[in-house]
Nanobody, 127 residues
Framework: QVQLVESGGGLVQAGGSLRLSCAAS????????MGWFRQAPGKEREFVGA????????KYADSVKGRFTISRVSAENTVYLQMNSLKPEDTAVYYC????????????????????WGQGTQVTVSS
């Protein structure tokens, strides 16, 4: 089992940057594919990006490709979401999620595939 705690959200102007962190408790952090999702008011939770358990593979939603970067540091049990060139439409609560897998390439864009979730961190981008 793993517990996830996000941090780093806040208010930023359009065009600015933020870096979100997701700290995972427990051992075997490298057993988990890590994903980032977001949910805006009145909208469904949507996939932002994910990184495979050893950090070899990444996948991004088209809406953030080229602007957002996911990375993970095993020694810190932490996954990061670097967000650049932020837009007002990026405003949402951002959630970190984890899925335990033995596959080095497993990544899913489906929220239902992830077993563990953080509490979320608010990102607000002003125009």
């Amino acid at each position: 089992q793993v517990q996830l705690v996000e941090s780093g959200g806040g208010l930023v102007q359009a065009g600015g940057s933020l870096r979100l962190s997701c700290a995972a408790s427990g051992r075997s952090f490298s057993d988990y594919t890590m994903g980032w999702f977001r949910q805006a008011p009145g909208k469904e939770r949507e996939f932002v990006g994910a990184i495979s358990r050893l950090g070899i593979f990444t996948k991004y939603a088209d809406s953030v490709k080229g602007r957002f970067t996911i990375s993970r540091v095993s020694a810190e049990n932490t996954v990061y979401l670097q967000m650049n060139s932020l837009k007002p439409e990026d405003t949402a609560v951002y959630y970190c999620a984890a899925h335990q897998t033995t596959s080095i390439s497993w990544i899913s864009i489906a929220a239902r595939e992830y077993d563990y979730w953080g509490q979320g961190t608010q990102v607000t981008v002003s125009s």
